[in-house]
């Protein structure tokens, strides 16, 4: 502050020379005088340009930022259902399993038929494989988490 204000107060004494031509011309305007006031436009522009570059980089960080948030928000919400589906299925599993256990029992003893045992082992390989894909899809929303933060996210199989 004040020595910016001393600085162009005494800016004038930075003119005075013994050529008389360059006095003149630093009366009026000219030389010396000229080439200063145009040095200090030049850093007024150039100081403004940075000013609007700043602005510009701040607006797209806030940009990415928000996707970034939007994107880490699916992920989670996709890490949610996966979850949910796959406590589910495995629940729908260990009572298949039991299902599955005794009508295997009733048809060692002759009830059922060959057709409803394949066809309970069919559903039970589905159930499985259904198991398999929402662990998959559980583990590949943890590593693009992991990749997307850099956050290790541990998991409750």
Known sequence: GERIDYSQDRQWTSYITP??????????????????????ADL???????????????FARGNIQSSLEQEVLELL??????????????????????QYEIYRIKYRF???????????????????????????EQQESIRKLVNLTGYSVTSDQ
């Open 77 to 98: 919400l996709t890490y949610e259902e996966s979850t949910r589906q796959r406590k589910l299925t495995q629940s729908q599993l260990d009572t298949f399993n039991q």
């Open 19 to 40: 050529d008389p031509i360059k006095l003149i011309q630093n009366i009026f305007g000219g030389g010396d005088v000229q080439r200063d006031r145009i040095a200090i």
């Open 110 to 136: 002759g009830q059922g038929s060959t057709s409803e045992l394949l066809s309970l082992e069919q559903r039970g390989n589905q159930l499985n494989t259904d198991l398999t894909n929402q662990t998959i």
């Open 44 to 58: 007024e522009i150039k100081a403004a340009d940075l000013e609007a570059a700043k602005a510009e980089l701040d």
